[in-house]
């Protein structure tokens, strides 16, 4: 890969962020906002990580929405019951896991469309999500050591970019330092050529698609956790921010191929472009707009350098 392709969107990223800390210097450039936005994006990025291994399997999953409001409104359920910290957070965790396995082995298995499958999952869980609540909000008894995990900050970083941090690393870690990443970037490759290698495609599809929706249920977690009550549609806007933040991290550091340190800087774009424009006034429509361009400009500079190699 030549420069520009590798490092093009990082470049772009420094270029953003110096364009609104000259438009907005007295309150974009403030070192509390850079740390606010390491916050806003947080969430965002565990989605994205998550959706980061189906991408790496050349696969989409559609759910990870639903799965996010499903961990949030299964958690303040299990809180209202009494249950502790550690075992709601086991539940959610395996019950997030759970929804995707179930998609990863009726794609591999039966090789259904991953497209249909997942929208369809979402929706079922969707549907379950709303049944528990009754479609309205719910507060619940949430601890406050809970609530601590969404909130506090430690040493003046805040917890949610620390989980976020943590999530890159092990994302980063699995892809591409165990056999479990090297087996599904080879199906993501070439199925038919992984298959023929001896890679067995069902039990690692079953796991790229239950870490992907694990990550989602982590997120659901900890968005319960900083808002204190959870909703029925609460992730529903983190679906196509977490494909767009992973699309926009395989145009960094390698050519084409999904990535976690590529996905966390593809976070980094949105929730920077979000921050500077609220700043400045921009209506949300607009920043829509803004979003999407850059996306576009993205890949334009990727393309560009991976010709130009």
Same mark, same amino acid.
């Given at each position: 890969?030549?420069?520009?392709?590798?490092?093009?969107?990082?470049?772009?990223?420094?270029?953003?962020?110096?364009?609104?800390?000259?438009?907005?210097?007295?309150?974009?450039?403030?070192?509390?906002?850079?740390?606010?936005?390491?916050?806003?994006?947080?969430?965002?990025?565990?989605?994205?990580?998550?959706?980061?291994?189906?991408?790496?399997?050349?696969?989409?999953?559609?759910?990870?929405?639903?799965?996010?409001?499903?961990?949030?409104?299964?958690?303040?359920?299990?809180?209202?019951? &009494?249950?502790? @910290? !550690? +075992?709601?957070?086991?539940?959610?965790?395996?019950?997030?896991?759970?929804?995707? #396995?179930?998609? /990863? %082995?009726?794609?591999?298995?039966?090789?259904?469309?991953?497209?249909?499958?997942?929208?369809?999952?979402?929706?079922?869980?969707?549907?379950?999500?709303?049944?528990?609540?009754?479609?309205?909000?719910?507060?619940?008894?949430?601890?406050?050591?809970?609530?601590?995990?969404?909130?506090?900050?430690?040493?003046?970083?805040?917890?949610?970019?620390?989980?976020?941090?943590?999530?890159?690393?092990?994302?980063?870690?699995?892809?591409?330092?165990?056999?479990?990443?090297?087996?599904?970037?080879?199906?993501?490759?070439?199925?038919?050529?992984?298959?023929?290698? &001896?890679?067995? @495609? !069902? +039990?690692?599809?079953?796991?790229?698609?239950?870490?992907?929706?694990?990550?989602? #249920?982590?997120? /659901? %977690?900890?968005?319960?956790?900083?808002?204190?009550?959870?909703?029925?549609?609460?992730?529903?806007?983190?679906?196509?921010?977490?494909?767009?933040?992973?699309?926009?991290?395989?145009?960094?550091?390698?050519?084409?191929?999904?990535?976690?340190?590529?996905?966390?800087?593809?976070?980094?774009?949105?929730?920077?472009?979000?921050?500077?424009?609220?700043?400045?006034?921009?209506?949300?429509?607009?920043?829509?707009?803004?979003?999407?361009?850059?996306?576009?400009?993205?890949?334009?500079?990727?393309?560009?350098?991976?010709?130009?190699?």
């Amino acid at each position: 890969m030549s420069f520009s392709a590798r490092y093009g969107t990082l470049i772009g990223l420094l270029a953003i962020i110096a364009l609104f800390a000259a438009l907005s210097p007295e309150a974009f450039a403030k070192g509390s906002n850079l740390i606010n936005i390491t916050q806003q994006m947080s969430l965002l990025a565990i989605v994205a990580l998550g959706a980061t291994f189906v991408m790496s399997l050349s696969e989409f999953d559609l759910s990870v929405g639903a799965v996010v409001s499903m961990a949030g409104i299964v958690s303040v359920t299990l809180f209202g019951a &009494g249950w502790g @910290i !550690v +075992p709601v957070m086991l539940v959610t965790l395996i019950a997030g896991f759970a929804v995707g #396995a179930v998609s /990863g %082995l009726a794609i591999a298995t039966y090789r259904m469309p991953s497209f249909i499958v997942t929208l369809a999952m979402g929706t079922i869980v969707g549907g379950i999500t709303y049944w528990i609540s009754d479609g309205a909000t719910l507060f619940g008894n949430i601890p406050v050591g809970f609530r601590d995990l969404g909130r506090g900050y430690l040493a003046g970083i805040p917890v949610l970019t620390l989980w976020a941090l943590a999530a890159t690393l092990l994302a980063a870690f699995i892809l591409d330092h165990t056999e479990l990443g090297r087996r599904i970037l080879a199906i993501g490759g070439n199925r038919e050529a992984a298959r023929l290698t &001896g890679v067995r @495609i !069902v +039990p690692n599809s079953v796991w790229a698609f239950g870490l992907c929706t694990l990550f989602s #249920a982590l997120a /659901g %977690l900890l968005l319960t956790a900083r808002l204190g009550s959870a909703h029925p549609t609460g992730g529903n806007g983190f679906l196509l921010q977490a494909y767009a933040a992973v699309f926009l991290g395989m145009t960094a550091f390698r050519d084409g191929q999904a990535n976690a340190l590529g996905t966390l800087l593809g976070a980094a774009i949105i929730a920077v472009v979000a921050n500077g424009l609220t700043i400045l006034g921009v209506p949300n429509y607009l920043q829509d707009i803004f979003t999407g361009l850059i996306i576009i400009g993205a890949v334009l500079v990727r393309n560009i350098g991976g010709r130009a190699a």
